[in-house]
Structures are given as structure tokens and as C-alpha cells.
């Protein structure tokens, strides 16, 4: 109201004045002044330029200030450096009579990676949860390291029927004894315990810090939580295969996968479809070697998890749910991993080693 008062005082104490227009130059030694310099203001004229003043902008922390005339024909725009440009049409016996109000306000359009975000937040809003929720979103991720650890622990890669089957005694110099797993199970339990902190620090995050929405999306600990998928689909991928030549290849797919989750634009969609790649990945040796039921068995295990994700069947609890359901997902990839014939061959020599529990 103070700008608009100003101009029009201005206006009525000041005859147009042709050729002249107000700028503001800043004087480094004495702070901020200004002066008159190549304007172009004329009686009939279509358009004015106003360059605000530096000193109002530091007492008003923002430039606002422009007028229209009873018919705008173009709307202003401000610059970051606070110019303002407004079209006018002005008459010298209506030069008294302007509209304190603007009648033509234009916002700037947003680019595709703005309206991204905004349908990422709306995305985030609608599946956001309470921090008790985002709490045991987290515990829920603990029991699979635990399963794995009891399974390394109690040998249960080795088939009960061949354990303490044969002494000590009887193991030739030739054979080395050894209750070290094979390395296929090693990796898988590898992925789990190197994915877990990024995914429990994730979730209490958004117990305590984060804010529901677009800043969760965007927070690095959730970029490193999906990238951590693609981690365990890699290692598991050999895990399931036995072949380095098959691990590289899904190495080198899953790298290209988490590179993309650092990205400044997150594609939710994109993201969604490359880790159900990823899942296939070592999803398919499984199927290569003809172990149908092992591979249904899994498969029904990863679609009841998704599924819970997806359509969220007992509402906000429903990634509780789905961390839940995986928990039957290592023993299946341990069965798979321990089918192949090289571990096979392995865990019948550490037979020999094993002490009957």
C-alpha cells in the first residue's frame, strides 16, 4: 500500500516526463543510492520499466512494486535481481485515475522436474506414516540378519543327514576340513548385513527428523535404502547361480541401478520397474536349472511382499507387513544356493569335519 501511495503521488505531482526513466545504482563506499538514467516513459506510450530501488528492497526484504492502468496488456515479471517490467496504457487525462490493484498477475510455468516433485510429494503424503509405525518399520528389518547368523552359526547349510556321518579320522590328507560356509552363502548373508543400517536408519529418520512428503523421497538415507536392494539383488544373483561371469553381468546392471538412485530427479516409476528387474535376476537361475518349486515357492514370497507394499491391505501398517512376509525370503535363497552341485560337493567334506548338535 506505501509503494502504490508513493507512485501515485508521484504521478499526480510529476508531468510525464519523455525519455526518462528510474533505475538505482549501488555505490560500494556510501551503500545504496539512487539516480535518474535512460528511461522510457512517454504520455501515449504502451510500456514503463520500474527498477526498484536497493534501499527499499533491504527495509522490505522483497521487490513489489508496480502499477497498471485500466488495461493491462501485459503481465509484469521480476527478476531475480528485482527489475519489474509492467505493459501500461496511459493517457494524459486518465493519468490520475490508476487501479491500485494489478489486474493481470502471472506466475512462472514449472518445468517437468517441478511437477515431478510435486506428484512425488502427493505420493509420499498419501503413504505417510506415524513414527511408531516408522519404528517397527525398522525392528522388522533385524530378524533376517538374525536368521542368517543362526543359520551360519548352527551349520544348517550342511544337511542333517550327512552331519558327524563321518570322523575325523576318516578325512584324507588330501581333503582339507572346513565348517566355513561356500562363499554363495556368504554373499547373500553379506547383502542382508550391509542393506540393514541403511534401512533401519531410514525409517527412524521418519520416526524423529524427516517430514512427511518430498523431503523423505529425497533424503539420502532412503536413496541409500533402495540402493541397498540393488546390492542384495547382485550378491544374491550369484548366491542363487554360483557363476561369476552371471554375478558380473548383474553387477554391473544393479551399479547402473544405484547410480540412478542418487540422481538430483527421482524417478518413482523408474525406480519401482528397475528393482523388480532386479528381482528377477536371481529369480532366474532357479528357473534355468529346472527347481520349479523352489522357484514358485520364492516367487510367492516376493509377490505377497510387493503386494502388501502396494496395496496396502491393513493400511498404514501394511510396510510393516511387507518387511514381515520377507522374512521367509533368505531361507529361500539359502535352498537355492545350496542345490548347486559345487555346494553340494562342499557341504558333504564338511560333513566329515561336523560334530553331530
Known sequence: HFVRTTIREYSKSKPPIKNMTATTVRNDQNGYSDQLNDVDYKKNGLRQRIVLSNDFMKDNDRSNETRD?????????VSSMGEMT?????????SDDVKDELDVVSTPEMNEYEQERIRNHEIMMNRAMSPTQEIWNGLTMIPNLLFSIYYLYTTQWIPDELKGGIAHDDVSEEETCSLLPPMTILAAVAGIAIHLPFSVYFHWCCACTLAPGIERLEHWSRRADQAGIHLVSALWSYSTSGSLPYFAMAALFNGVCMRKHFEKEISVSGNRNRILMAVFLYLLPMLWRGEFLLFFSTFLVIVGGFGSFAFSPIGSWSHCLFHVVFFLLPPCIFAASMTLPMNQEYAALAARCAEPL
Not at 492502468?69 to 515479471?77: G, H, N, V, Y
Not at 509492467?86 to 486518465?94: E, F, H, I, N, R
Open 69 to 77: 492502468s485500466k488495461k493491462c496488456k501485459e503481465p509484469f515479471r
Open 86 to 94: 509492467a505493459s501500461s496504457s496511459l493517457s494524459g487525462s486518465d
